[in-house]
């Protein structure tokens, strides 16, 4: 295993491998300084080591090369980035001296050109407008509604009974952002777009793990492209309905107040609305990112709280303390330090937005050190995460390394799972306040006793665990 070389501007804590103990690296001025990562193949690059498991080749880069390595997707120079001070400068950077860069063909079909994806004046445009659905005070209005439908789903559990976790808190967590986006409910008995999303989330980590998918032209159709295509046509379709419902809706009715009705009032400096397409791009958006990365982080959060005896019993005791019984309300998300702690050690282990990219547009600098126009930068919440040197222990649940005053220090952009800069996650508020009180929701009636599981996750759009995590349900 290499030897960190001193490569920052300012100091850091950071954990001896050894020692496990905390000590102070004082850096030097020297700038970073690129090493060359593994050897690839001609034109391909490492292109194959990445699509066979990103994972663990972004984690072999960090411990086995440097804090920024170059290596090629294809043809293409790329840097990785571990330390969390050039990921904060990279982040930092973003609109001014890089744009984001889309990977592969499959996520476009979903988001379109959403704010997610747009880049420079159409990005500006589209944040301004989008920004204001979910400012913190009106993530307050729809804590009343995250708690109702944990309420309903509490109501369904039974002692003894057998479930799936993640089919469970996808139901969830999509009857939460439908009702808070559009108002009302989905007409999806049958769970059409919970299948429709697991298709994308699969055809999304073909393309990942396939290595050459990534370069496809765009006209190609294989078969997981037209699974693909297939499953965006019934995403697309039950959002089309909801948008028209919406449209043709009395003015004066209430859910006029909601995210869709803010996209649909929303108007920029010039006084233009978004287009059809747009608020689609918006919506679907908001859909997908506000309910899966939240149902994916619950998942995680049952699966490690099964395996903690210790934590759960802490956090059974706060929510028994602070709730008395009663249901949680928004500012109850304040009162419950270590139920946010869990969620956010949850978000550690497995974030669910997994790498960053984006590529120098012009001639710029890291840390001091050149970057070439055109080389693509990349950093991972999973490697970052996860490494030693800024979490004791870290592959270890360890919700206490998040208590106020605890001694270990973690720097900034140490940990990430929402981005940074000017295009850190809008729904990030959203995301936290929705995680916690569903969790405290459902924790303060059950526990979930979860099957052996491996922890492994899939790499696609967001880090799902690999094989179903099966659980049974234990009223308190």
Known sequence: MRTHPDITRKPYFMFGRESGKMSLMVASEAPARPVPGPRGLPLLGNLLAFGRDPLAFFSRLRDDYGDVVTWRLGPR?????????????????????????????????LLGDSVLLSKGADWRRKRALVQPTVRPRHVRTYAATMVDCSTALAGTWRDGQ????????????????VRTLFGNDLEDDGGRLG???????????????????????????????RRLLAAVAVVDAEIRRLIDARRSADPADARQDDLLGRLLAARDEDGRALTAREVRDEAVTLWAAGHETTSTT???????????????????????????????????????????QVVKEALRLYPPAWVITAVAGKEAA???????????MWCSQWATHRDPR??????????????????????????????????????????????????AALAQRFHLEADPHDGVPAVGLLLLPAVPVRATVRAR
């Open 366 to 376: 890291l840390d001091g050190a050149p970057v070439r126009a055109g080389t693509v």
């Open 298 to 340: 619950l998942t995680w959060t049952w699966l490690l709280l099964a395996r903690s005896p210790d934590a759960r019993a802490r956090l059974t005791e706060e929510l028994d303390r602070v709730l008395g019984g009663r249901p949680p309300a928004y500012e109850d998300y304040e009162r419950l330090p270590w139920t946010r």
């Open 162 to 177: 057998r479930l799936d976790v993640r089919r469970e808190m996808t139901r969830l967590t999509q009857r939460i952002v």
């Open 77 to 109: 120079r790329s840097l990785f980035l571990s330390r969390p001070d050039h990921i904060a400068e990279l982040l930092a950077a973003v609109e001014q001296t890089y744009e984001p860069l889309e990977i592969g063909w499959a996520l476009k079909q």
């Open 390 to 439: 800024w979490f004791r222990d870290p592959a270890a649940f360890r919700p206490e390394r998040w208590d106020a005053g605890a001694p270990d220090v973690v720097p900034d952009h140490a940990w990430f799972p929402f981005g940074g800069g000017q295009r850190t996650c809008l729904g990030a508020r959203f995301a936290l306040v929705e995680a916690t009180l569903v969790l």
């Open 195 to 225: 299948d429709a999303m697991a298709v994308i989330q699969r055809e999304l980590a073909t393309e990942l793990r396939g290595g050459v998918n990534l370069f496809l032209p765009s006209w190609a159709r294989p078969p997981w492209r």
